[in-house]
């Protein structure tokens, strides 16, 4: 089992940028496929991005694509994203989630979470 914890949201104008931090318990980190997602007021939770266990491969949707970078180091049992080019669009809770299932990508049906970080993007 691994307990999550985000870090490093806020609010930032239109333009900017943020870096957010999700650091997990535990001594299997790096056994863990994770991603974040995001989830605005009346809306469905939306996934954000991934990274594998070793972290050689990302995914991205098409809305956050060459804006957002994820990343891990699993030394530090630590897992961020790199938010630029913010847009008032991107105003949510972010949530790092976690699933030692390497297919967990398809389903998205990740095991476990964090309470999330509020990120609010000024126009």
């Known amino acids: 089992q691994v307990q999550l914890v985000e870090s490093g949201g806020g609010l930032v104008q239109a333009g900017g940028s943020l870096r957010l931090s999700c650091a997990a318990s535990?001594?299997?980190?790096?056994?863990?496929?994770m991603g974040w997602f995001r989830q605005a007021p009346g809306k469905e939770r939306e996934f954000v991005a991934a990274i594998s266990r070793t972290g050689d491969t990302t995914y991205y949707p098409d809305s956050v694509k060459g804006r957002f970078t994820i990343s891990r180091d699993n030394a530090k049992n630590t897992v961020y994203l790199q938010m630029n080019s913010l847009k008032p669009e991107d105003t949510a809770v972010y949530y790092c989630a976690g699933d030692r299932t390497i297919g967990v990508v398809l389903s998205m049906k990740f095991d476990y979470w964090g309470r999330g970080t509020q990120v609010t993007v000024s126009s």
């Open positions: 535990g001594r299997t980190f790096s056994s863990y496929v």
